[in-house]
């Protein structure tokens, strides 16, 4: 039998922060453990030090599947000192501390528990496929190549384990990250006359951003966001900087596409580059009404002692790449952790809310499979 509490600890005490070349190393130890347990599993690499594994368990007879899903790469430790060392998994008051205790390594660990356990389950319904994907921290990039990788498979149900405080989440708003160029025209210092000052016509673009409205709007996950997160220009003190450079993250309530086009036309100057680096539609469908599903979610927040109310995340998941190909299917996000912990120093997650999870993930593999 797998161990959730013990396995969040073996996974947090090995560095897979992303970006970086650490990775693979989480993902020797998953192979490593399905090795002993004589569990049959595919690698889909994006490169050599970036694994993704795919495993299947059910019946040969049975064509639908719900997917598990979830990520083994966690932002990099920061620059504050932790209480804690970040990869110790020190457990104090019923909570284990590290990077991706919370995001999301007690989250797998919880859905190995829960699927492993269950190899020899009698499948009546759906087989279950559980993904362990690289690269979702910096846009799902283990995902988007799953999602083309597994396109014959008939997908219907999709969980992923993202944190949520095991409140049961129906899908998430959508993000777009781009990068703009602004140039300019190089002088020297004493003679800003002659130049044409880059970081100042980049100013005059992020004004106007930090008070842009999109008219989107959604009535469970509202409006639309827009932060700017990075700034870089000049080389030296004594230049007019030629060059200024920065990031827009957008977090979106209707398609990307109409988002891109609404930027397009606020940077119409050739003077600025407009670079995507990231592109992921909201995940949202109504699907969750349908009375089956509901009781699945009534039952889950039961577990909680809370009540059901329709929710969704403003963060994005590993499900968004899958949905062009697998027809909108019927999406949970739920996990151990809060979502306020993730990416912070000194993250943690409770213990009890680990075995919790792993109880919500042995309920929905019970009433769907």
């Known amino acids: 039998m797998i161990d959730e509490?013990?396995?969040?600890?073996?996974?947090?005490?090995?560095?897979?922060?992303n970006p970086g070349?650490?990775?693979?190393?989480?993902?020797?130890f998953v192979e490593t453990l399905l090795n002993k347990k004589k569990i049959k599993y595919k690698k889909y690499p994006l490169n050599k030090n970036r694994p993704?594994?795919?495993?299947?368990?059910?019946?040969?007879?049975?064509?639908?599947?719900?997917?598990?899903?979830?990520?083994?790469?966690?932002?990099?430790?920061?620059?504050?000192?932790?209480?804690?060392?970040?990869?110790?998994?020190?457990?104090?008051?019923?909570?284990?501390?590290?990077?991706?205790?919370?995001?999301?390594?007690?989250?797998?660990?919880?859905?190995?528990?829960?699927?492993?356990?269950?190899?020899?389950?009698?499948f009546k319904n759906k087989n279950i496929i559980l993904a362990l994907v690289s690269g979702e921290e910096t846009?799902?990039?283990?995902?988007?190549?799953?999602?083309?990788k597994l396109k014959k498979e008939k997908i219907s149900v999709i969980i992923s384990g993202e944190p949520t405080d095991n409140y049961p989440l129906l899908g998430h708003k959508g993000v777009l990250w781009l990068e703009a160029s602004v140039s300019g025209k190089t002088s020297h210092g004493s003679s800003p006359q002659y130049g044409i000052n880059s970081i100042y016509n980049a100013i005059d673009y992020?004004?106007?951003?930090?008070?842009?409205?999109?008219?989107?709007k959604n009535d469970y996950m509202k409006k639309s966001t827009i932060n700017i997160g990075t700034f870089f220009s000049g080389q030296n003190i004594n230049s007019v900087p030629d060059k200024a450079t920065f990031s827009i993250d957008?977090?979106?309530?209707?398609?990307?596409?109409?988002?891109?086009?609404e930027i397009k036309k606020i940077f119409k100057s050739?003077?600025?580059?407009?670079?995507?680096?990231?592109?992921?539609?909201?995940?949202y469908n109504e699907k969750w009404k349908n009375q089956q599903n509901l009781n699945l979610l009534k039952h889950i927040c039961k577990l909680n002692k809370k009540s059901f109310t329709p929710k969704f995340a403003n963060y994005f998941t590993d499900i968004s790449p899958f949905q062009k190909y697998y027809n909108n299917p019927f999406n949970i996000i739920v996990g151990p952790g809060i979502t306020q912990q993730a990416h912070q120093t000194n993250e943690y997650v409770k213990k009890d809310e680990i075995i919790k999870s792993r109880k919500i993930y042995e309920y929905l593999?019970?009433?769907?499979c």
């Open 5 to 17: 509490i013990k396995l969040t600890k073996n996974l947090i005490k090995i560095n897979s922060t």
């Open 365 to 368: 593999i019970n009433e769907i």
């Open 21 to 28: 070349k650490f990775e693979k190393d989480v993902f020797d």
């Open 250 to 261: 957008i977090r979106t309530v209707e398609s990307n596409y109409l988002y891109l086009k």
């Open 52 to 122: 993704n594994l795919v495993i299947k368990i059910g019946n040969n007879s049975i064509k639908d599947n719900v997917l598990f899903i979830g990520h083994l790469d966690t932002v990099p430790f920061g620059q504050l000192k932790w209480k804690y060392d970040p990869i110790g998994a020190r457990e104090l008051n019923g909570k284990i501390y590290g990077r991706g205790s919370t995001d999301m390594k007690s989250a797998v660990a919880s859905m190995c528990a829960a699927i492993l356990n269950r190899k020899d389950y009698n």
């Open 206 to 216: 992020i004004n106007i951003l930090k008070n842009y409205n999109f008219k989107y």
């Open 270 to 283: 050739k003077n600025v580059k407009l670079k995507e680096i990231v592109n992921l539609d909201m995940v």
């Open 139 to 148: 846009g799902c990039e283990g995902s988007k190549l799953l999602a083309k």
